[in-house]
């Protein structure tokens, strides 16, 4: 009688028995039930392990910002170079976004290894109903779309960040209040009554960021006809000068305060306007400052107002007047002993050139005597 030889128990052997053991058993029903929560708790752990980075990343950078301007909590950064400011913002804002890029890509690479788990084929059998699907996907998502991509490119200019007090626009006005959070598809905005609003950012087409660079305090005096306009220019300068060399308030005005003059004449009164150039954050504590201390300063002098108002211009209600107030640079020009059309005899230099005749007997000044 013939014998069959036993198989060799080698090492080797017995590790491919139990591979073969275990990828048969992935096969059956309970071992892809098995390999579908391992998939989500991979998905999970990588999630986790990826926010946590870039969790880590966006603190250093913070810390990094607190430690050079020697702050030690993010309000403090206020009096800091605006740059840092701007800095630390952006910085919470892309790692706002890039955790919610995180969370979509893990789930959508989870659900297509759990439908391979299920049916190898599947997907492959139904790449022509994706396709189709994705076309009339592609038509009805186009908003959603829009919004993922307007998101990032917000982000990514830097047009709006986390803390800032904006006001969002498309054909009419959104909302306005401070960004609580940047999603890629929704920016969450917090209004001054404490209402929450919820801005697809794909209906945003204009952002207006009051908390970039600076800010501007402008202040209306109307100032009674029976008053003395120049005094009272002259003293509120000297107000908000006092108080832009106050140590509370120096590290909040960025630039000298200027009095632009009288910027309209109404029925009772002359309106002179005061302008106050501070940091984004102290806008408010600045004009409301202000205003007292005007107040306090005309009562003293006896100058009469008859009204004091914060405004905020818009339109191009004084649009030239956005780096300050700029009066005009001229130079006389010579129109003594020659003439306007013509140009003069000489080209000596002007210092060089004969001195202004004066006008004696019947001659009128400014006319050359006639030539014999």
């Known amino acids: 009688m013939a014998t069959t030889p036993d198989t060799p128990t080698t090492p080797d052997v017995v590790v491919q028995n139990i591979w073969d053991t275990i990828g048969a058993f992935m096969l059956s029903p309970l071992g892809k039930l098995v390999q579908v929560a391992l998939i989500i708790a991979g998905a999970i752990i990588a999630s986790w392990i990826l926010r946590l980075f870039i969790r880590r990343v966006v603190s250093q950078i913070v810390n990094g ?11 403090a950064l206020s009096v800091s170079p605006l740059a840092a400011v701007r800095l630390v913002q952006r910085t919470r804002t ?32 139904l790449s022509l109903l994706t396709a189709a699907l994705g076309a009339g996907l592609g038509f009805g998502a186009q908003n959603i779309v829009k919004d993922v991509f307007n998101g990032l490119f917000m982000v990514m200019e830097d047009q709006l960040g986390v803390g800032d007090v904006v006001e969002l626009g498309g054909a009419t006005t959104l909302a306005t209040g401070v960004v609580e959070r940047v999603g890629i598809r929704v920016t969450q905005i917090r209004d001054v009554n ?17 908390s970039q660079g600076w800010s501007r305090v402008i202040v ?14 002259e003293l509120a300068l000297e107000t908000a000068n006092t108080l832009a060399h106050t140590p509370k308030w120096r590290s909040r005005i960025i630039d000298r305060p200027e009095v632009w003059g009288i910027e309209s004449v109404s029925a009772d009164a002359l309106v002179v306007r005061v302008v106050v150039k501070t940091r984004t954050a102290a806008k408010d504590d600045v004009s ?17 107002l008859t009204s004091l108002e914060a405004v905020v211009l818009s339109g191009f209600d004084s649009a030239g007047s956005v780096l300050g107030a700029k009066p005009p ?44």
């Open 288 to 304: 409301r400052e202000l205003r007292t201390r005007l107040f306090q300063d005309f009562r003293e002098q006896e100058v009469p």
């Open 65 to 75: 910002v607190k430690k050079n301007q020697g702050a030690e909590d993010t309000q």
């Open 194 to 210: 404490g209402t929450l609003w919820f801005v697809r950012n794909g209906e945003v087409l204009r952002v207006g960021n009051t």
């Open 329 to 372: 640079r001229t130079r006389p020009i010579g129109t003594v002993n020659q003439s306007l059309t013509k140009p003069p005899a000489d080209d000596k230099p002007a210092s060089k050139r004969a001195p202004r005749r004066k006008s004696t007997g019947d001659n009128p000044a400014g006319q050359t005597p006639p030539t014999e």
């Open 220 to 233: 209306d005096l109307a100032v009674p006809y029976t008053s003395d306009v120049v005094h009272a220019q």
């Open 94 to 125: 892309l790692g706002t976004v890039m955790s919610n890029i995180v969370n979509v890509v893990v789930v959508i690479i989870a659900i297509v290894m759990i439908v391979n788990v299920i049916d190898d084929k599947l997907i492959g059998s």
